[in-house]
């Protein structure tokens, strides 16, 4: 049972262009979304997050929204760059005893940019 | 300023042997988390574990599996008799003391592989 979904197994853009990757989840209790990013043999470093009190949240060129009564997010990111070629994932996380900390994630988007 | 460490970075074991992953947090952090990723999945949350204490065990398996973090030293995560499902990456997290849980630094991973 999947409760992160990321449908797209792959993305191929264009550097300059926008990038939009997306993601669904099923547990409404979900109440704190984040995405990573992550190289070949390196772990998941973190990208950026979003509060379910909000529908969008922007950093730089990086842009998630959130849009909860279709249980969907979407990263952006523009102006793409070769350097953003990674394998993106899309977690999640529900509050338990006060803290966050069992994060569910999906199985991952590699986007491709190509110069 | 040294990141989240673990080692080794790659394992191999032939079935029935132990395999041992090791995590060193980042400093000032006292809480670990594993993950699991296996082949074409995403991360999934194995467990979470305080100094001494482990306050989260539900993601590991039943049997065969079990992790510490003592006083004094880096997190173990120990699987005995492995089998060839066992061949995943294994990564280990952690979050300082304060705030909600989620803010997680990954290591590079163990990459473990059963013969």
């Known amino acids: 049972d999947q409760q992160v979904k990321q449908n797209s197994p792959s993305l191929s853009v264009q550097e300059g262009r926008i990038s939009i990757l997306n993601c669904d989840y099923t547990?409404?209790?979900?109440?704190?979304f984040l995405w990573y990013k992550k190289y070949p043999a390196e772990g998941p470093t973190f990208l950026i997050s979003i509060s379910s009190i909000k529908d969008k949240n922007e950093d730089g060129r990086f842009t998630v929204f959130l849009n909860k009564s279709a249980k969907h997010l979407s990263l952006h990111i523009v102006p793409s760059q070769p350097g953003d070629s990674a394998v993106y994932f899309c977690a999640a996380s529900e509050n338990s005893g006060g803290s966050n900390y069992k994060l569910t994630f999906g199985k991952g988007t590699l986007l491709t940019v190509n110069p | 300023n040294a990141g989240v460490m673990q080692n080794p970075r790659h394992l191999v074991r032939r079935r029935g042997q132990e395999a041992r992953l090791r995590c060193s947090p980042m400093k000032g952090h006292s809480h670990v988390y594993w993950y699991r990723q296996l082949p074409e999945e995403g991360l999934k949350f194995m467990v979470y574990l305080q100094k001494e204490n482990i306050i989260d065990e539900s993601g590991m398996p039943k049997e065969r599996f079990s992790a510490e973090f003592p006083k004094e030293g880096p997190s173990i995560l120990r699987i005995q008799q492995v089998v060839r499902g066992d061949s995943a990456a294994y990564f280990c997290a952690s979050s300082p003391p304060s705030g909600t849980g989620y803010e997680q630094f990954f290591g590079p991973g163990t990459r473990l592989t059963v013969l």
């Open positions: 547990n409404s209790m979900f109440d704190y």
